[in-house]
């Protein structure tokens, strides 16, 4: 049981932090622990979190993608210019296939092209956007009363709001995908070790090209239920959404270096943000003092995880020595 | 060995041919004014690039200068008007050194990448800014300070000045100097650096303190130049200066680098910028237009190795004929 | 190695100085290149840059430049709208730029425009604090300045062509006072706002004082920043917060049109249990209006702004007095006014 303890440590740390926000939250503004509030602060966190689950697979990878947040603006637009001329199934399949295109594009820069992903990530974002203003055209398109299209944000089935039930499905697939594939073991030892990965036979390209259109497919995901939130296409959404993305996944515990994901720290974290968001919001607290916390929270995460690696080391090598 | 080894300077190949074509091209480019002003926006980015070429060269970033800008602009401008011009010069030189020690510390000792501690803080100092200031903007009114932005020395910007000293000053440091040697080592092998005894916790340290110097400087000119400090400055500044040093053909993977790239770099960086102004191109295009550039330049080294291939195989195919 | 590269950087010098020392600041006066072409495609290296821009037709009397903020805006499109109509009336060409928020766009932009030696400058500033080196250029090169939109503290416009946002709060608050001062609700009010700018600070206080005044209470103020979806969770929070809350006013229509969006997902009606008002009468808030889940919206003049921008360049020109509404901060205001479901017909 201890060791069962220790081995997720990380991740129950995290969960108390949570717990003790929302109650010292609640204590402040007794409507924080209302139904309504709880519902809203899961949609909130399915908004980041389904896109978090494909980042994480993507640091698994050895890879990260900071084009996110200009896919999100693309489908935005995409969506709602779609929707109103041919339909809403039209519209979906399209957003879709905008992630596929979107998520080869930037693995075989990577791949090919021999880029890193910094840099690669760096420029698509900068050409998506592009793309996504001059589609716009300085409008923001209004998708009015599309009920289907409502259904995506608004919707509930038995009661649960459809958001919540897409991040758990999200989920689930990410972690079956994760732990009982084969897919999943490449994934994870090619951002371990990519030499090694090749000469045993893995085709690191063609892993590295998954791993981004798995982003680039939960950014749209995430960009559809956005879209249906506010019912409307706007080419200027997502600036920040890429970093928020990264902090939630790192925060979560998922290594840089690759070869090791966390989805349970992954969505853990993103509660914990949204906890916070909401928190702050519902206090009526400046929402750069939010920034301000989600930033230290993550220099003292990031310390304690160096301090807990340098333990790990001196263990090692103390160890190595006998 | 007198051999010009064109492709590491490439950039300045680029920046000739460019200028002559503009000359030619455009009366208004010719203009004296005109040619200052891009002086002027080069030095803008250029300092700050400087001290973000010692970090890609150590094979590390800092996304935070932007926030830092920020932060230093409020405080500098803040003691202004209490402490007067030189002390509040040194003491924005001396809060950007102590946050480069901050980035440095938990990157060098707590083992952090550097990626994510700059992430954190880009969130943190702009934060910091907002607490200092409340979103206000400060108005500097002193001439001589003004000066430093917007002044001229004869025909050379005040800015452009004190870019190349620094720059002069940079070069001398990474050639010449036991450190510069530290730093090209250490963006290409850090076990090496180890292994032969180089304390690499401290040139890491000590490079992010240089660039929090520089980044203060940049400031000064920064919020010379728009006569106010604000809280909202500098979004994209990241962004620019690494694109800077990436266009002057230092690779994100490290170990080898050149100030004198760098400098003309943000010359071309500038002149490009100010042709499209000159054109009026629409800004949607301008994004994409730079975004095209960004992917030429960080697909140079692919390029050279395209160019080497087929000259192998060009050799090749003469001695199979001989 | 090293000597090439001091001849090289010394002959780039070289051309700077020399070509900077003989034309100086010469008024020459600027092709007027106002062909868009985009250049997606060229690089640098391959000089094939074909000048497809026309020369600047004889017919032309000058160029009349709009910088504005951020052109991505409905509110800024028709207020460019408006000047480019306008100055072409006038003879004029136009030309834009946008500053995408940026105030070091801003500034760049604005001082390649000046340095092109156009006949006006039209700006709508990003950061009003940072336009002193504008200015600074604008007066050096003899080029006149006129703000809309957006005021200055510094002097060196002709005129500012806004409106009184204060005021506009104020109407706002009025309306709602009228509106709803038969019904039984709690006269609670909450504000979603823009922070950082003072253009939305000053409807928000307005809005403040005046149902504060009717005694009325403003139980929450949030930063909507200006994104829809920003606002969307604020709204949200807001009702979490104080489910009485009968009135929201948002300082832009996407937020107002994203808050109704959040009340009705809430499973409150808009329009009915909260009303929600917006601000600038954008095309897309007409909808909600008549379907009455935004309660209303204040209109602005932006075309109207932009086309009186131009006449005060022409009057400036011909040497005529420009009247102002206020004096020493040389402000001329336009119109705004309420659309509701009664009037929204007529101003679609």
């Known amino acids: 049981m201890k060791r069962l303890i220790m081995k997720h440590s990380d991740n129950l740390s995290l969960g108390a932090v949570i717990i003790i926000l929302f109650a010292v939250f609640s204590v402040m503004q007794p409507n924080m622990m209302t139904a309504f509030n709880i519902k809203n602060i899961l949609v909130q966190v399915s908004l980041t979190a389904i896109a978090a689950a494909g980042m994480t697979f993507a640091y698994t990878a050895g890879v990260f993608d900071m084009s996110i947040g200009s896919i999100l603006a693309l489908v935005s637009v995409v969506l709602a210019k779609v929707a109103t001329t041919s339909g809403v199934f039209p519209a979906v399949v399209a957003a879709f296939v905008i992630a596929v295109i979107a998520g080869v594009v930037n693995g075989l820069i990577v791949t090919k092209l021999k880029i890193q992903a910094f840099a690669a990530t760096l420029v698509t974002m900068i050409l998506i956007r592009g793309i996504a203003v001059l589609m716009a055209n300085g409008a923001d398109i209004p998708l009015y009363s599309m009920e289907s299209i409502k259904f995506l944000s608004s919707g509930t089935i038995a009661g649960i709001p459809f958001p919540i039930i897409l991040t758990v499905f999200v989920y689930v697939c990410s972690y079956i995908i994760y732990y009982k594939t084969a897919f999943g073991m490449k994934l994870r030892s090619v951002g371990s070790n990519a030499e090694a990965s090749k000469i045993s036979g893995i085709k690191t390209d063609r892993m590295i090209i998954a791993a981004f259109t798995m982003t680039a497919v939960t950014a749209v995901l995430s960009s559809l239920i956005k879209t249906a939130q506010v019912m409307f296409g706007k080419a200027t959404i997502g600036e920040d959404f890429a970093l928020d993305v990264m902090t939630t996944v790192i925060l979560g515990g998922t290594l840089v270096t690759g070869g090791k994901g966390n989805l349970t720290g992954t969505l853990t974290a993103s509660i914990l943000i949204a906890v916070i968001k909401n928190g702050l919001n519902i206090n009526n607290v400046n929402s750069y003092y939010q920034q301000l916390v989600i930033g230290m929270i993550l220099i003292f995460a990031l310390i304690v995880n160096g301090i807990k690696a340098m333990k790990n080391e001196r263990q090692i090598r103390r160890e190595g020595e006998f | ?322 | 190695m090293k000597k090439v590269k001091k001849i090289l950087a010394a002959a780039i010098m070289m051309i700077f100085v020399f070509q900077m020392a003989a034309c100086g600041s010469s008024g020459e006066s600027a092709e007027n290149e106002a062909a868009q072409t985009p250049e997606a495609d060229s690089t640098e290296a391959d000089s094939a840059k074909t000048d497809s821009g026309s020369e600047s037709s004889g017919s032309s009397k000058g160029i009349i430049a709009y910088s504005c903020y951020n052109m991505s805006w409905e509110y800024y499109v028709t207020l460019a709208k408006g000047i480019k109509d306008a100055a072409e009336a006038a003879g004029y060409e136009y030309v834009e730029h946008d500053q995408q928020s940026d105030q070091s766009i801003m500034i760049q932009g604005c001082t390649d425009l000046l340095n092109q030696d156009i006949a006006c400058l039209i700006l709508t500033p990003a950061k009003p604090e940072a336009v002193a080196t504008i200015y600074e250029t604008a007066e050096a090169k003899g080029i006149p300045v006129v703000l809309t939109d957006i005021s200055t503290e510094a002097q060196g416009y002709l005129a500012c062509l806004k409106s009184d946002n204060y005021e506009g709060g104020v109407l706002a608050g009025n309306y709602v006072i009228d509106a709803l001062a038969e019904s039984d609700g709690s006269h609670k009010a909450a504000m979603i706002t823009v922070d950082p700018s003072n253009t939305n600070i000053s409807r928000s206080n307005g809005f403040k004082a005046t149902v504060e005044e009717a005694g009325w209470e403003v139980v929450s103020e949030l930063s909507g920043q200006s994104e829809p979806d920003v606002a969307y969770s604020c709204m949200q929070d807001i009702i979490t917060a104080h489910p009485d809350v009968e009135v929201v006013f948002c300082s832009n229509d996407p937020m107002a049109i994203s808050a109704s969006q959040a009340v009705s997902d809430a499973g409150l009606v808009p329009g009915e249990d909260v009303y929600i008002l917006g601000y600038d009468a954008q095309t897309n808030v007409f909808e909600p209006i008549k379907n009455k889940t935004v309660l209303g919206t204040v209109a602005q003049d932006p075309y109207g702004m932009g086309s009186g921008a131009v006449d005060i360049f022409m009057k400036n020109l011909n040497g005529e007095a420009i009247s102002y509404d206020e004096e020493d901060t040389k402000i001329i205001y336009t119109d705004q006014w309420i659309i509701d479901a009664a009037n929204a017909a007529e101003y679609e």
């Open chain 2, 1 to 322: 060995m007198k051999k010009i080894n064109i492709g590491k300077h490439a950039v300045v190949l680029i920046l000739i041919i460019f200028w002559i074509v503009m000359y030619a091209m455009s009366s208004s480019f010719r203009l004296g004014d005109n040619l200052k002003s891009i002086l002027r926006e080069a030095s803008m980015t250029g300092i700050a690039a400087l001290g973000m070429t010692f970090i890609i060269i150590m094979g590390d970033f800092d996304l935070s200068i932007g926030s830092m800008v920020a932060l230093l602009g409020i405080v500098m401008a803040g003691f202004m008007n209490s402490a007067g011009l030189i002390p509040s010069l040194v003491i924005v030189c001396a809060i950007g050194v102590v946050c480069g020690f901050i980035n440095g510390v938990i990157i060098a000792y707590f083992n952090v990448p550097a990626f994510i501690t700059t992430l954190g803080t880009y969130y943190s100092f702009r934060a910091m800014a907002y607490i200092l200031n409340d979103a206000n903007t400060i108005i500097c009114t002193n001439p001589v300070f003004l000066k430093i932005g917007s002044g001229s020395i004869g025909v050379i910007p005040v800015p452009f000045i004190i870019f190349i000293v620094l720059g002069v000053i940079g070069c001398i440091v990474l050639n010449r100097t036991v450190y510069g040697r530290n730093v090209r080592a250490l963006g290409n092998s850090e076990k090496a650096c180890k292994i032969s005894g180089i304390n690499t916790k401290k040139v890491k340290m000590l490079a992010f303190m240089l660039m929090g110097l520089c980044t203060a400087v940049s400031t000064m000119v920064i919020t010379a130049r728009q006569a106010c400090a604000s809280t909202d400055v500098a979004t994209n500044f990241h962004f620019d200066a690494i694109t800077v040093v990436v266009l002057g053909g230092t690779k994100l993977t490290g170990g080898e680098g050149s100030i004198f790239n760098t400098i003309i770099a943000a010359i071309l960086y500038a002149t490009i910028s100010n042709c499209l102004n000159l054109y009026h191109v629409d800004a949607k295009w301008q994004r994409i237009c730079m975004g095209l550039i960004l992917l030429m330049a960080f697909s140079f080294g692919f390029i050279q190795q395209l160019i080497v291939k087929m000259r192998e195989n060009s050799q090749k195919k003469i001695t199979q004929n001989a």
